[in-house]
């Protein structure tokens, strides 16, 4: 399994990257269940529906509405969400994103999947290069 990251829903919700977006698409329509199955299964935490959320309202004005229905659209597809319950993850984190020039959420992410064996994130944020034990996978 792979992990999936914001800017993947991100770039399907916005068409942004141009040159990004079918691959994006491409990739959140192997996650829709298509009689009672869907052809991949990726894992997130809470911070990419948060993150997403946070960014289409504060940044690009989209009306809680719209939201509601990218988030419920969201919940539809085969993702399985890690919860996070280590408090001394969080510390590392916000020491990680720091030493290497990411963000939080890039770091949270990554000290998820290492804690989870989780090896490679669909992501088009090259932040996920830095961690030396994940691989970072451009959807096609």
């Given at each position: 399994?792979?992990?999936?990251?914001?800017?993947?829903?991100?770039?399907?919700?916005?068409?942004?990257?141009?040159e990004r977006?079918?691959?994006?698409?491409?990739?959140?329509?192997?996650?829709?269940?298509?009689?009672?199955?869907?052809?991949?299964?990726?894992?997130?935490?809470?911070?990419?529906?948060?993150?997403?959320?946070?960014?289409?309202?504060?940044?690009?004005?989209?009306?809680?509405?719209?939201?509601?229905?990218?988030?419920?659209?969201?919940?539809?597809?085969?993702?399985?969400?890690?919860?996070?319950?280590?408090?001394?993850?969080?510390?590392?984190?916000?020491?990680?994103?720091?030493q290497k020039?990411?963000?939080?959420?890039?770091?949270?992410?990554?000290?998820?999947?290492?804690?989870?064996?989780?090896?490679?994130?669909?992501?088009?944020?090259?932040?996920?290069?830095?961690?030396?034990?994940?691989?970072?996978?451009?959807?096609?």
């Amino acid at each position: 399994m792979k992990f999936i990251d914001v800017g993947v829903f991100l770039c399907v919700a916005l068409k942004q990257p141009r040159e990004r977006y079918q691959g994006c698409k491409a990739l959140l329509e192997r996650l829709e269940f298509r009689e009672g199955k869907a052809r991949e299964k990726v894992a997130t935490t809470i911070l990419t529906p948060t993150v997403f959320y946070f960014i289409l309202e504060n940044r690009e004005k989209i009306s809680k509405a719209q939201l509601t229905k990218a988030i419920l659209s969201m919940r539809a597809l085969n993702i399985a969400f890690v919860p996070l319950t280590d408090g001394k993850l969080i510390e590392r984190a916000a020491r990680l994103a720091e030493q290497k020039g990411t963000d939080f959420d890039d770091a949270l992410n990554a000290l998820t999947m290492e804690k989870r064996g989780i090896k490679e994130i669909y992501a088009l944020d090259a932040h996920y290069d830095r961690f030396e034990w994940v691989r970072r996978v451009v959807p096609t």
